[in-house]
């Protein structure tokens, strides 16, 4: 099986820079020498997600996730190990040899979820053929596009595509290349019906869904036909790859504009994309025809924290879009709102006037979000005091669902103003709905600690033993420092000499016999000692390059350890973290002996239980008892060497 070479990931590690892949999908704040965003997985207010461009590693602390560029990538897009280091060499033009191109041998074992990006990719290439390429194509999907007036690179940067009007074209292509039937109905590409398959999508015009990345998660499909009886969309079902709730249409092409103008236009279509795109409007994004959701808004908040919603001038769901306003100001954004003249939408004003007026158009009619629902809850009972009474509760409840206490009060102030009433009634209404929220905030988990990664689940530091404490910082300083050189001190019988830290604590493992019960611990250690038995002192980067990503997050906790711990861990371990690069011999003595203290003190405790156990022997007692004598005086010629005093 054809991998990619040592030289080449190295070479890819060290071009790649974290905080700018990164910053693609998380927006992202100087906070010293690190940069600080909220977690892209998990749902948080306060920002716990910490990115280390000295270090090229990440911290998630409100997860446990951690890792190198390429384990952001894998935790974020899918992406398999070699998958996540060909995207980075694509983007930092790093070539890689035509010889380790995956083999179909490669593809035939990648996981589920590998297999249906790889079946969606195929997908989209054969679309896209078909409505270029294909006479059927050409005469119904290219001309439909065409009609709507979108210009042919338009057509091929959104790579747009047709589904033959045929019962199973696509399904028994894909078959005959391989692609298993289970995996094209997971994905909604086939659906099967009493032993028969068809395409799914047959007949429509296709817009396949990208993520950030570029990857096509799914696909929406229009049908060109006028019979009411069939839906006008149909939308790939959900799958491991594709949760439309959590998706915006155009995010792919979007960002990058998002970011310039700090500001997001969200519309409801894929041809609103399309067109405003095509107007040279590209900051523009669609939720794709479904209710606007929290994870979609906190999509968009990686990049920006404004957003603008255009609405259709003929909307006949522009009440039901209160929901969405109310979850854009709940996630603490700024949200403005358009509404385009009668008749108009996103897509036919950009294509009926020029990018100039559709920008001009776009500044000059934005509103605040209380005008606009004042706007539409005013018109339907103008003359009726206690419907407008009702409406101005409504808007107060949205400004209550702002969690900034400055920008509720300006809210507040500008609600007195407008209705021209008592600015202390306005603010009395506030308390009274902010109650219920403030108490939902005050009850959720507010912990921040950091989490080490010991099998499927991640746990907590302060909840460790103290052995396995030792195992951590022993492992922490090897990596951290194992490559540096450090002189033994002489004695009568040994001359001092130069070894490295990696090699000292092995060697004074190994004549101990004594090794790591963690599991990833002891796979670090024993990586080491692989290493130096071939002559090869490992540093931290040949870790953080290995595949094995559950061993890379764990590097990456223990490397992002030290600048979190509380001051009591650093008083009860005698911890100095300023200082332990300047004496690293000592450093490394004093973990060593108190490496060994512990495992000695672990030991005894074990023969104390043993003694308590009635049915030992009076043979077996002597045996215990001279045993644990044995290990009380290696403990105390280790506390000797720790200074410490033991109280009788």
Same mark, same amino acid.
């Given at each position: 099986?054809?991998?990619?070479? $040592?030289?080449?990931?190295?070479?890819?590690?060290?071009?790649?820079?974290?905080?700018?892949?990164?910053?693609?999908?998380?927006?992202?704040?100087?906070?010293?020498?690190?940069?600080?965003?909220?977690?892209?997985?998990?749902?948080?207010?306060?920002?716990?997600?910490?990115?280390?461009?000295?270090?090229?590693?990440?911290?998630?602390?409100?997860?446990?996730?951690?890792?190198?560029?390429?384990?952001?990538?894998?935790?974020?897009?899918?992406?398999?190990? $070699?998958?996540?280091?060909?995207?980075?060499?694509?983007?930092?033009?790093?070539?890689?040899?035509?010889?380790?191109?995956?083999?179909?041998?490669?593809?035939?074992?990648?996981?589920?979820?590998?297999?249906?990006?790889?079946?969606?990719?195929?997908?989209?290439?054969?679309?896209?053929?078909?409505?270029?390429?294909?006479?059927?194509?050409?005469?119904?999907?290219?001309?439909?596009?065409?009609?709507?007036?979108?210009?042919?690179?338009?057509?091929?940067?959104?790579?747009?595509?047709?589904?033959?009007?045929?019962?199973?074209?696509?399904?028994?292509?894909?078959?005959?290349?391989?692609?298993?039937?289970?995996?094209?109905?997971?994905?909604?590409?086939?659906?099967?019906?009493?032993?028969?398959?068809?395409?799914?999508?047959?007949?429509?015009?296709?817009?396949?869904?990208?993520?950030?990345?570029?990857?096509?998660?799914?696909?929406?499909?229009?049908?060109?036909?006028?019979?009411?009886?069939?839906?006008?969309?149909?939308?790939?079902?959900?799958?491991?790859?594709?949760?439309?709730?959590?998706?915006?249409?155009?995010?792919?092409?979007?960002?990058?504009?998002?970011?310039?103008?700090?500001?997001?236009?969200?519309?409801?279509?894929?041809?609103?994309?399309?067109?405003?795109?095509?107007?040279?409007?590209?900051?523009?994004?669609?939720?794709?025809?479904?209710?606007?959701?929290?994870?979609?808004?906190?999509?968009?908040?990686?990049?920006?924290?404004?957003?603008?919603?255009?609405?259709?001038?003929?909307?006949?769901?522009?009440?039901?879009?209160?929901?969405?306003?109310?979850?854009?100001?709940?996630?603490?954004?700024?949200?403005?709102?358009?509404?385009?003249?009668?008749?108009?939408?996103?897509?036919?004003?950009?294509?009926?006037?020029?990018?100039?007026?559709?920008?001009?158009?776009?500044?000059?009619?934005?509103?605040?979000?209380?005008?606009?629902?004042?706007?539409?809850?005013?018109?339907?009972?103008?003359?009726?005091?206690?419907?407008?009474?009702?409406?101005?509760?409504?808007?107060?409840?949205?400004?209550?669902?702002?969690?900034?206490?400055?920008?509720?009060?300006?809210?507040?102030?500008?609600?007195?103003?407008?209705?021209?009433?008592?600015?202390?009634?306005?603010?009395?209404?506030?308390?009274?709905?902010?109650?219920?929220?403030?108490?939902?905030?005050?009850?959720?988990?507010?912990?921040?600690?950091?989490?080490?990664?010991?099998?499927?689940?991640?746990?907590?530091?302060?909840?460790?033993?103290?052995?396995?404490?030792?195992?951590?910082?022993?492992?922490?300083?090897?990596?951290?420092?194992?490559?540096?050189?450090?002189?033994?001190?002489?004695?009568?019988?040994?001359?001092?000499?130069?070894?490295?830290?990696?090699?000292?604590?092995?060697?004074?493992?190994?004549?101990?016999?004594?090794?790591?019960?963690?599991?990833?611990?002891?796979?670090?250690?024993?990586?080491?000692?692989?290493?130096?038995?071939?002559?090869?002192?490992?540093?931290?980067?040949?870790?953080?390059?290995?595949?094995?990503?559950?061993?890379?997050?764990?590097?990456?906790?223990?490397?992002?350890?030290?600048?979190?711990?509380?001051?009591?861990?650093?008083?009860?371990?005698?911890?100095?973290?300023?200082?332990?690069?300047?004496?690293?011999?000592?450093?490394?003595?004093?973990?060593?002996?108190?490496?060994?203290?512990?495992?000695?003190?672990?030991?005894?405790?074990?023969?104390?239980?043993?003694?308590?156990?009635?049915?030992?022997?009076?043979?077996?007692?002597?045996?215990?008892?001279?045993?644990?004598?044995?290990?009380?005086?290696?403990?105390?010629?280790?506390?000797?060497?720790?200074?410490?005093?033991?109280?009788?």
């Amino acid at each position: 099986m054809s991998k990619i070479p $040592p030289f080449i990931i190295e070479e890819i590690m060290q071009t790649s820079r974290i905080e700018e892949v990164i910053g693609e999908f998380v927006q992202l704040k100087r906070a010293g020498s690190n940069l600080k965003g909220l977690s892209p997985f998990t749902d948080e207010k306060t920002a716990s997600f910490v990115v280390s461009p000295a270090k090229q590693i990440f911290k998630c602390f409100s997860t446990g996730k951690g890792g190198t560029v390429v384990s952001f990538l894998m935790e974020k897009e899918h992406y398999s190990y $070699p998958e996540a280091l060909r995207w980075l060499a694509e983007k930092y033009g790093i070539e890689i040899p035509n010889d380790v191109a995956p083999t179909a041998e490669e593809l035939a074992q990648n996981t589920e979820r590998d297999s249906l990006f790889i079946i969606n990719e195929f997908a989209r290439e054969y679309f896209a053929k078909n409505l270029l390429h294909s006479e059927e194509g050409q005469a119904i999907g290219l001309s439909y596009f065409e009609e709507r007036g979108f210009r042919r690179d338009i057509i091929e940067k959104f790579q747009l595509g047709y589904c033959f009007n045929k019962a199973d074209d696509f399904t028994k292509t894909a078959l005959g290349k391989g692609y298993k039937l289970e995996y094209l109905e997971s994905v909604g590409l086939t659906k099967s019906k009493e032993e028969k398959t068809f395409d799914f999508f047959r007949g429509r015009v296709i817009f396949p869904i990208q993520s950030i990345s570029g990857r096509v998660l799914g696909f929406g499909a229009r049908t060109l036909q006028n019979d009411k009886k069939i839906a006008k969309y149909f939308n790939s079902p959900d799958s491991i790859v594709y949760n439309k709730s959590q998706i915006l249409y155009g995010l792919f092409f979007a960002k990058g504009d998002i970011t310039k103008y700090d500001e997001c236009l969200l519309c409801e279509g894929y041809t609103d994309v399309i067109s405003m795109h095509q107007a040279g409007i590209q900051n523009v994004v669609s939720s794709s025809g479904t209710s606007l959701t929290k994870e979609q808004i906190k999509l968009i908040s990686r990049y920006t924290k404004n957003i603008t919603i255009l609405f259709d001038g003929d909307a006949a769901g522009i009440k039901a879009s209160f929901r969405g306003i109310d979850l854009i100001l709940e996630e603490g954004m700024n949200v403005k709102v358009v509404l385009f003249p009668d008749g108009e939408d996103p897509d036919s004003y950009a294509k009926g006037h020029s990018t100039d007026e559709t920008v001009h158009f776009l500044a000059e009619n934005k509103k605040d979000f209380i005008s606009f629902k004042a706007s539409v809850l005013l018109a339907e009972g103008i003359n009726d005091p206690l419907h407008k009474a009702n409406m101005i509760k409504e808007i107060i409840h949205s400004v209550s669902l702002i969690p900034d206490n400055i920008i509720r009060n300006i809210y507040a102030k500008e609600l007195s103003t407008h209705f021209d009433i008592d600015e202390n009634l306005v603010s009395n209404e506030l308390i009274r709905l902010r109650k219920n929220t403030l108490a939902k905030e005050l009850n959720e988990p507010s912990y921040r600690e950091l989490k080490i990664n010991d099998g499927p689940v991640a746990k907590p530091v302060h909840v460790v033993k103290e052995n396995f404490f030792y195992e951590l910082e022993l492992i922490r300083i090897m990596l951290q420092f194992g490559t540096r050189e450090i002189n033994t001190p002489k004695t009568d019988e040994i001359e001092s000499k130069k070894i490295t830290v990696a090699e000292m604590i092995c060697l004074e493992l190994g004549n101990d016999e004594l090794s790591f019960r963690e599991p990833l611990c002891h796979q670090i250690h024993e990586h080491f000692v692989k290493g130096i038995n071939d002559g090869i002192i490992y540093s931290i980067r040949f870790f953080q390059n290995l595949e094995d990503q559950l061993l890379v997050n764990f590097i990456s906790s223990l490397d992002s350890f030290e600048s979190e711990l509380s001051p009591n861990w650093i008083l009860k371990f005698n911890i100095q973290t300023k200082t332990e690069d300047l004496d690293l011999l000592q450093t490394v003595s004093n973990l060593l002996a108190n490496f060994k203290y512990h495992k000695v003190n672990e030991h005894i405790l074990l023969l104390q239980d043993k003694l308590k156990n009635s049915t030992v022997s009076h043979e077996d007692i002597l045996l215990i008892l001279a045993e644990q004598m044995a290990y009380e005086r290696v403990k105390k010629e280790l506390t000797g060497q720790l200074g410490r005093i033991i109280l009788r």
